[in-house]
């Protein structure tokens, strides 16, 4: 039988299936047809489908391309840019492992490993896409006059399938609902420069915060006179500005006004994050450290859309709506409230 197709590069191949006696059954072959899908769609098409563009994806298939195999040696195995091209669709619908499976034409089995190793490989790009960037202080000014902003920290639930009954109800977070909860620090522009995704959903934002690298280099003077802001959840310290939540004089108020136009950015860049990739929004059904890869993963694409101008697009699927911040009597951990006293009367009270 021709195994190759003459018409837009698409593949043909076969898979078998097997007897109880380990035999080829080759009256209930399975014939895929795996599509050249880089050739069949335009590049907007291509974009609407994988989120990022026909470029986006050579270039990240260089860097990736190291860390992955053909699945198989037989019936014309995986080969590197299908298994790329799955995983962006497994992220773009959020949807059940089969129908991306059926969409490049590979087995279940198949496209849970691909998931997995990709995401894992994507990962590994964090360092390059996901740093702590120098100039981000004029930007941060230009959005409402705050000055001194290094970034904008908060932390967002991603909806998870629960791991096992011995752990599971560590992530059931205040909503009855299994998650992870993500930290994540962004600049004006909508980069992440910061992700952290070991959470459960039952972690307060502070613990988070507090147990990370980011806190650590924050307290050892790594950014400057740089803040990081955010909401009421978190400590106010000399290095992270949190809201009054009892403003009493107009230059309080008005401290408060600038802080939430921006410490905005963050919910922003939740949101873009979430809308490209719906998998975080929708309810991941993937072993935990294949979750983790993947919300790592899709923060690294994400940087990779915007450092690119790649449109945000609409997601394919219905997308369930967020509730609003819980504000918090007092953030977890040691309080400073003197840095931002003295920045509301020296800075806001002219």
């Known amino acids: 039988m021709d195994l190759f197709s003459d018409e837009s590069d698409n593949e043909m191949y076969e898979i078998g299936v097997f007897d109880s006696e380990g035999i080829v059954d080759t009256e209930n072959r399975r014939l895929y047809n795996r599509i050249n899908y880089r050739s069949e769609f335009s590049d907007s098409e291509f974009t609407y489908r994988f989120r990022l563009n026909k470029t986006s994806v050579d270039e990240l298939l ?6 992955l195999k053909v699945i198989s040696s037989r019936n014309n195995g995986i080969s590197p840019l299908h298994q790329l091209l799955l995983t962006l669709r497994f992220y773009a619908l959020g949807t059940m492992l089969l ?5 490049i034409g590979v087995s279940k089995a198949s496209a849970s490993r691909i998931v997995h ?20 202080q004029n930007a941060f000014h230009e959005i409402a006059g705050f ?8 932390c967002t639930h991603v909806p998870i399938q629960s791991p096992d009954s011995n752990i599971g109800e ?6 009855g609902i299994f998650s992870m909860n993500v930290q994540g620090v962004c600049n004006a522009d909508l ?8 959470w459960p959903g039952s972690a307060h934002d502070a613990t988070i915060f507090n147990n990370s690298r980011l806190k650590m280099q924050c307290e050892e003077g790594l950014f400057g006179n740089r803040w990081l802001i955010g909401d009421s959840a978190y400590p106010c310290t000399s290095y992270l500005l949190t809201p009054l ?10 401290y408060n006004e600038v802080h939430i136009k921006t410490r905005n950015t963050i919910e922003r860049c939740f949101g873009v994050w979430k809308r ?12 935990m450290q294949t979750t983790q890869a993947i919300i790592i993963a899709t923060s690294v694409l994400h940087n990779i859309c915007r450092l690119n101008n790649i449109r945000d697009v609409d997601p394919e699927v219905a997308m369930p709506q967020e509730s609003g911040d819980i504000t918090y009597a007092e953030g977890i951990g040691q309080q400073n409230h003197s840095v931002r006293q003295q920045l509301i009367n020296n800075y806001f009270s002219v």
């Open 245 to 254: 939540l009892n403003p009493t004089s107009v230059a309080e108020n008005h």
């Open 62 to 67: 260089l860097k990736i391309t190291p860390s």
């Open 276 to 287: 490209r990739f719906p998998i975080l929004a929708l309810k991941i059904r993937v072993a």
């Open 191 to 198: 980069l992440f420069m910061n992700v952290v995704a070991r």
């Open 170 to 175: 560590e992530y059931r977070n205040r909503k």
């Open 117 to 136: 190793h990709v995401s894992r490989a994507i990962a590994g790009l964090y360092p390059q896409y996901v740093k702590t960037l120098s100039n981000t």
């Open 147 to 154: 000055p001194r902003i290094l970034g904008a920290i908060d």
């Open 99 to 103: 129908s991306v499976a059926d969409f």
